[in-house]
């Protein structure tokens, strides 16, 4: 059962979003301006990486990490690739050793990000190009992939991505009392997360930091089936510095929450 939630954790989890680095060392720059949110390029050009733990109750299920690769490019023109790995916690009764990544290829224009391309690697079975899903604009159609055979297609609705650009998306909402909407694809299926920042801020503690941050929630709902019966309820926390770090997260099922919180930042780009 731990394994089950685990392995498809991220595909409910991280649309809702995602050396110890202390407070001073992280980057984080605070503004008073609570009207100013970040926009892709500034997001882009700080070069993050992150790592988040993972927890059910007592047990920590495993670790996130997040980080920006250097650009590529699509068609000829630059792109970018965001990598999500998902490491399990082998100590956990049952649940074994699995390391997971999650390759991301996408550009953004004056509205949003969008993919290009998306597909999971299985590191702990070496099976590479376990699933991907091509984004085909030409013919507005979305084609998912397992193993290398194609298995569906779905219309394409903008702004398509695979999952984890919301990472970046849900940021340029934090701290503003506005509704957006984000149609996701993962795996043969479509989901729209929806979401409201608060205005009110909070003070929260994370090991990634020395000192309480001052942070703003979200509320939102993911509109998927999930394990242990996820509602599609869930909460996050960003950071009100001037990236809107995102710090936390809570997804309600049966039998609690799982709770993803920050351990981890460094901030590569310009400050």
């Known amino acids: 059962m731990m394994r089950t939630l685990l392995k498809h954790l991220w595909i409910n989890f991280f649309w809702l979003l995602l050396t110890p680095a202390l407070f001073a060392q992280s980057g984080l720059t605070f503004e008073n301006d609570r009207e100013t949110v970040p926009d892709m390029q500034t997001l882009l050009d700080a070069r993050e990486v992150f790592e988040y733990e993972v927890r059910y109750g007592f047990f920590t299920l495993g ?13 000829g023109e630059k792109a970018f690739h965001l990598r999500t ?3 399990s916690n082998r100590r956990v009764p049952f649940m074994g050793t699995r390391i997971v990544n999650y390759e991301n290829i996408f550009q953004f224009n004056s509205q949003w990000p969008y993919s290009h391309v998306f ?75 929806s979401a409201e920042g608060l205005e009110e801020t909070e003070m929260r503690e994370y090991e990634a930091f020395d000192e309480p941050i001052e942070t703003y929630r979200s509320d939102g709902v993911a509109d998927i089936e999930g394990p242990f019966g996820f509602n599609g309820n869930f909460k996050a926390w960003f950071a009100t510095d001037d990236l809107r770090v995102p710090v936390e997260a809570h997804v309600k099922v049966i039998f609690g929450n799982v709770k993803v919180r920050l351990i981890d930042y460094e901030r590569r780009g310009p400050n």
């Open 85 to 87: 790995t998902m490491r």
């Open 63 to 75: 670790w996130v990490d997040v980080e920006l690769l250097p650009d590529t490019t699509w068609n």
């Open 119 to 193: 597909w999971r690697d299985d590191i702990h079975d070496e099976e590479y190009d376990r699933v991907r899903i091509k984004f085909d604009r030409e013919e507005r159609e979305i084609h998912f992939f397992e193993r290398g055979e194609p298995t569906d297609t779905l219309a394409l609705v903008e702004p398509a991505s695979g999952g984890d650009i919301i990472f970046y998306y849900a940021r340029m909402f934090a701290g503003l009392q506005e509704k957006f909407e984000i149609p996701v694809y993962t795996e043969d299926m479509m989901g729209i997360v």
